[in-house]
Nanobody
Framework: QLQFVESGGGLVQPGGSLRLSCAAS????????IGWFRQDPGKQRELVASITSGGSTNYADSVKGRFTISRDNAKKTVYLQMNSLNPEDTAVYYCNKAGAFPYPWGQGTQVTVSS
């Protein structure tokens, strides 16, 4: 069964850090580019970071220099290290294949940045 399970979210103060994990199952993770997305209520889901099967990374301008995406194919897991968080980063974070034809979306993990 194709599945993404996101974890690691929580409440953090501005300037703080979180590390999100994305556990993938039901397909061969290492063959695919994977992205971290986020969605605020009432807004469209946006891609914030992606990593190719070869390890090349790309970031949205809003998170460049603060977020780092990485992958461990042996553990079938993709990570998102988030530093210098600010309230604008508050959203539900999801992972999925980057590009067209995403797999079924997981539940996501809530990140709330607030003092």
């Amino acid at each position: 069964q194709l599945q993404f399970v996101e974890s690691g979210g929580g409440l953090v103060q501005p300037g703080g850090s979180l590390r999100l994990s994305c556990a993938a199952s039901g397909f061969t993770l290492e063959y695919y580019a994977i992205g971290w997305f986020r969605q605020d209520p009432g807004k469209q889901r946006e891609l914030v970071a992606s990593i190719t099967s070869g390890g090349s990374t790309n970031y949205a301008d809003s998170v460049k220099g603060r977020f780092t995406i990485s992958r461990d194919n042996a553990k079938k897991t993709v990570y998102l290290q988030m530093n210098s968080l600010n309230p604008e980063d508050t959203a539900v974070y999801y992972c999925n294949k980057a590009g067209a034809f995403p797999y079924p979306w997981g539940q996501g993990t809530q990140v709330t940045v607030s003092s």
